[in-house]
């Protein structure tokens, strides 16, 4: 087999088989495959697409090239999560210790957020004493112990997506459906999960900008998941504004703990209960997602979510008191309030916009050896939809600059306000 001919057949529109793309993905990552024969192979997918058999041999291909948690030592279904990135999103501390206090088995390996806002991991160190690093036996033992762990990625995932992804991003080969799908679906699989639940956003901020988009990037990756034997959950979110109030590492765990208590803000607890129905449905610990919803509902009332959270934050070596005491967070040094220099409705409140002043702010990093400061960030005081008076306060601020001008520029180019009134939707499509 030769790289060339291969990159001729994927040029030339023709379908390629498992081997090929194994024999490719294989060469490029032990070397004997070229950069450039990669790009070139990249840029033909870009133009000609791969069918749904193609992107899983593509994915299995990837997935391979790496290790694979084992999690059949964790007795009962294992479920995950992953959103395609979202600003505001702290989604996983919500869901996570929903669906592991109803007694399904939550095991997640993350990595660490470069731009925007931090990661989950990032804003779990938010909470002194917190150790994201577990050995696999320990990680194995809490998950069967109590449910749930969140920890640091300590094997080698996917080393062929490393390399490609940062190829990709270098020969204008990202915005590509099937490397997108295997990107994400190798990385997920690699996770060992039996049920996983996809939140793929679309919006400006988005890698998808529009429902069409989405709904070919959903359905492929829910397509490749079921081919390997999990089920397979995609839902579609609006990014037209960060995800509920808080941006910013501790800012959002206690907007995290808030909504466990029942005290969410609406886009943001309603999220967190479609994608834990769905988990609890595949899962099958409820007979529909209406019952699955109920289920939730009832673990927010009688604080066992919250209670399930507080076991995850001790099992780690953190202290849980933060958890039913959010108050001893460490705070920013000052908090701004940034004003409406208009009247109208809130149309837009460009995520990306405030996920970006957040960073600068110092709660995401720039490269990936800048450390974050867990205690700045932004909480919105309004959402899309509200109507504002001019001289209404739209977010506050939470840093430790004196000065702030240029952020506050910032932030204020991300809000789009109109007469019109204006209804916003966040959850835009499901695909199973
Ligand atoms: N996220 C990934 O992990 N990979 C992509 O290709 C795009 C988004």
């Not at 790289?3 to 390629?16: G, S, Y």
């Not at 290790?67 to 989604?91: A, F, M, Q, R, Y």
């Not at 040094?333 to 809130?346: D, L, P, Q, R």
Request: proline residues 2%; negative net charge; hydrophobic residues 40%.
């Amino acid at each position: 087999m030769r790289a060339v001919d291969i990159i001729m057949k994927k040029r030339n529109n023709e379908k390629l088989t498992q081997e090929e793309i194994k024999f490719f993905i294989d060469g490029y990552t032990k070397g004997s495959v070229e950069d450039y024969q990669m790009s070139a192979l990249a840029m033909a997918i870009y133009f000609q697409s791969m069918d749904d058999e193609e992107a899983t041999y593509l994915t299995k291909a990837m997935l391979e090239t790496g290790d694979v948690i084992d999690l059949s030592k964790i007795n009962g279904v294992k479920v995950d999560k992953h959103s395609t990135g979202g600003v505001g999103d702290k989604t996983s501390l919500v869901v996570a210790p929903l669906v592991a206090s109803l007694g399904i088995k939550f095991a997640k390996m993350s990595g660490r957020g470069l731009g925007h806002t931090g990661g989950t991991l990032d804003k779990l160190e938010s909470i002194p004493g917190y150790n994201i690093e577990l050995t696999e036996d320990e990680f194995i033992k809490q998950v069967n112990d109590i449910g749930i762990a969140l920890i640091g990625q300590t094997l080698e995932l996917v080393p062929a997506d490393k390399k490609l992804y940062a190829l990709r991003d270098v020969t204008a080969t990202v915005e590509s459906i099937p490397l997108i799908a295997s990107s994400i679906m190798s990385k997920k699989l690699a996770s060992g999960a039996d049920v996983i639940c996809l939140d793929v956003k679309v919006g400006s901020g988005a890698f998808m900008k529009n429902i069409e988009e989405a709904t070919k990037l959903g359905k492929l990756m829910v397509e490749i998941g079921k081919k390997c034997g999990k089920k397979m959950t995609a839902v579609l979110t609006n990014m037209d504004e960060p995800l509920g109030f808080a941006v910013g590492n501790s800012l959002e765990v206690i907007e995290a703990i808030n909504t466990l208590n029942g005290n969410g803000p609406k886009d943001f607890t309603n999220l967190c209960l479609e994608i834990a129905s769905h988990l609890i449905f595949d899962a099958n610990y409820a007979s529909s997602l209406e019952e699955a919803k109920q289920l939730c509902l009832k673990q927010i009332e009688n604080r066992e979510g919250l209670q399930s959270l507080a076991n995850l934050v001790s099992h780690q070596g953190g202290d849980a008191s933060y958890i039913f005491n959010p108050t001893k967070f460490e705070k920013a040094k000052y908090i701004i309030e940034v004003k409406a220099a208009s009247n109208g409705y809130i149309k837009r409140i460009d995520a990306l916009t405030i996920g970006h002043a957040a960073m600068l702010l110092g709660a995401g990093r720039q490269t990936i050896k800048d450390k974050i400061c867990h205690s700045v960030g932004i909480v919105l005081n309004k959402k899309v939809g509200d109507y504002v008076n001019n001289g209404d306060t739209l977010l506050y601020i939470h840093t430790n600059f004196s000065d702030n001008k240029e952020i506050i520029e910032n932030v204020l180019q991300a809000y789009c306000i109109q007469d019109e009134a204006c209804e916003p939707q966040l959850i835009l499509k499901v695909i199973k």
